[in-house]
């Protein structure tokens, strides 16, 4: 998921939360106008609940910055509309307040439309302010039932914005976690990618090293493999690179199947990968890497319509932290290694 994709996402959900509120919020007023037998609110209301309901159709096509005008100005519109027919001490005022602040956090905007728009609410409300302050309203209404309706708008909106808040920090975590995640992991495979694999390894490699230093576990269970696919430049040559991708994905998946969690792999390049064994002892890497080469070897992958069922193989070299404590010869052994298993016949592991 590119970064663009994943800002759209983001703008998506906001936008949906703020239609769904609205048109929550609208439904509750619907039922109040109409218990105040207020008809000309209720009517108001249920064509603005309308208009939101056109909005999501909006929204579903992408239409961000449009849903987002419309939205505003269906509550600045019902707001003051209200306002003006019950008064200030109804508290209608408190959404364009609650406008201001959504264009204020829009992220569909950019600062110069959000300052002129702001600007423009502020203006709006001062006046409503101006014209419905000491107890002016079109509606007479029994003050304890304005009070009421007053206190019913102030919980609307602490909610409104209150859930508005939180799904934007939901949100903005789940930014940052898939940006972290691009940042780390391969964008075709999954895998973790060549700048990860450098950063863990250093910090994996400390932190054998002290439990060594400090006696905190005689046994460190420390291996890296090196994993190369077989004859892969031909499948590219002669299927395409695209076919060369699924190859990819599927040795990947395959892999994957045979690890634990605590295992790491990452692509290292082209179709090269390292699984790093962080708690495992060298017999057990070694059964596990045994079986990933087993499962590739029984795996048919499909290239093309002429071959649904193509085999391949992988080569492994591996080597452990108790053969080589020094982290770049631990990976130029295992990288030995593999070439040893490259010339001596493939599909096959080489482990001392």
């Not at 929204?59 to 027919?85: E, P, R």
Request: net charge positive; proline share 1%; hydrophobic share 45%.
């Amino acid at each position: 998921m590119s970064e663009q994709s994943i800002e759209q996402r983001r703008k998506y959900v906001l936008l949906r939360a703020l239609l769904i509120i609205c048109f929550s919020v609208f439904s509750l007023l619907i039922v109040l106008f109409i218990c105040l037998k207020i008809r000309v609110l209720w009517i108001f209301y249920i064509v603005s609940c309308c208009i939101i309901l056109l909005n999501y159709f909006l929204l579903k096509k992408k239409k961000f910055f449009l849903v987002l005008q419309i939205t505003v100005l269906v509550i600045i519109i019902q707001s003051m509309f209200a306002a003006y027919l019950l008064g200030w001490e109804s508290n209608f005022g408190l959404y364009l307040i609650t406008s201001g602040i959504i264009i204020v956090n829009s992220l569909s905007m950019n600062l110069k439309w959000k300052i002129i728009e702001a600007s423009l609410i502020s203006f709006l409300l001062i006046l409503l302010y101006l014209n419905t302050r000491n107890n002016f309203h079109i509606y007479a209404i029994k003050p304890m039932i304005i009070e009421t309706v007053g206190l019913l708008n102030i919980i609307n909106v602490a909610f409104t914005l209150l859930f508005m808040s939180f799904r934007n920090f939901v949100q903005n975590d789940f930014l940052q976690k898939e940006l972290k995640d691009q940042s780390e992991k391969d964008g075709l495979t999954g895998a973790y990618n060549r700048r990860f694999f450098n950063e863990y390894l250093d910090i994996e490699i400390r932190r054998q090293n002290s439990q060594i230093k400090y006696k905190l576990n005689r046994n460190v269970n420390f291996g890296i493999a090196i994993l190369d696919i077989d004859n892969f430049k031909k499948i590219n040559d002669e299927f395409g690179h695209l076919a060369g991708d699924d190859v990819l994905v599927d040795v990947v998946r395959i892999i994957k199947t045979a690890l634990f969690e605590r295992d790491i792999l990452c692509r290292y390049g082209g179709e090269e990968f390292v699984i790093l064994f962080t708690s495992t002892s060298r017999e057990g890497a070694i059964k596990a890497i045994e079986k990933i080469r087993k499962l590739v070897e029984d795996n048919y992958f499909y290239l093309d319509e002429k071959n649904p069922k193509k085999q391949m193989t992988i080569s492994i070299g591996f080597a452990s932290f108790d053969e080589e404590s020094d982290i770049y010869k631990l990976l130029e052994l295992a990288d030995k290694r593999l070439y040893k298993a490259k010339q001596t016949g493939k599909n096959q592991v080489i482990y001392n």
